[in-house]
């Protein structure tokens, strides 16, 4: 078993969810950086550019699992709850 305390386990799992999100924003940044050199000839190309570059920005706000960041905060909340009770209470 580890001699991590619970808190110390979850704030792991919750900085690595930040990570996560930290470098899928980064991409999606990437891709919109690119999408936006893509301007053709046309009579609606800017707005073409505007349209993808709305696509990848609303899919990748969806797909960046916000939830589970959520999730992993109050683990990390509980777990500090947890190992201060443990802390607290009298030996048996």
């Known amino acids: 078993m580890s001699n991590l305390s619970h808190e110390a386990m979850a704030a792991s799992h919750f900085k690595n969810r930040i990570e996560r999100v930290v470098a899928n924003l980064r991409r ?3 891709a919109v950086e690119r999408e936006g050199q893509r301007v ?15 696509h990848t920005v609303l899919w990748g706000l969806a797909n960046l699992h916000l939830d589970a960041l959520t999730n992993a905060a109050a683990n990390a909340d509980e777990g500090r709850r947890e190992d201060k009770q443990r802390a607290e209470a009298p030996d048996a």
């Open 28 to 30: 999606m940044a990437d």
């Open 40 to 54: 053709t000839d046309g009579p609606s190309a800017y707005a073409n550019v505007a349209s993808s570059i709305q």
